[in-house]
């Protein structure tokens, strides 16, 4: 069974920057399409953005745009969320997700 690993999260002040990294336990994951999800306290799961087995990405969220940039790295089996200028609003617990594979998530926390 497929594992992902999130990796990355913290604290971060506002217009800080952070890396989030998902790494998967098996290759086959270059074959699929990964995304990264995020749920804020008291709000429901939304998709960030969706990277294609071939490394573009193919979908960003309207609030994140101009600021974070998804990517992969199938040699490493690992996908990347860089994140710039992170504000209050980007709090959440982000999640990878592949096929029906899901992470357990990294908490990010934006705070001054």
């Known amino acids: 069974q497929m594992q992902l690993v999130e990796s990355g999260g913290g604290p971060v002040q506002p217009g800080g920057s952070l890396r989030l990294s998902c790494i998967a336990s098996?290759?086959?994951?270059?074959?699929?399409?990964m995304r990264w999800y995020r749920q804020a306290p008291g709000k429901e799961r939304e998709l960030v953005t969706l990277?294609?087995?071939?490394?573009?990405?193919?979908y960003l969220e309207d609030s994140v745009k101009g600021r974070f940039t998804g990517s992969r790295d199938n040699a490493k089996r690992t996908m990347y969320l860089q994140m710039n200028n992170l504000q209050p609003e980007d709090t959440a617990v982000y999640y990878c997700?592949?096929?029906?594979?899901w992470g357990k998530g990294t908490l990010v926390t934006v705070t001054s």
């Open positions: 098996e290759s086959r994951i270059r074959y699929y399409p």
């Open positions: 997700n592949a096929m029906e594979y």
């Open positions: 990277i294609t087995s071939d490394g573009d990405m193919a």
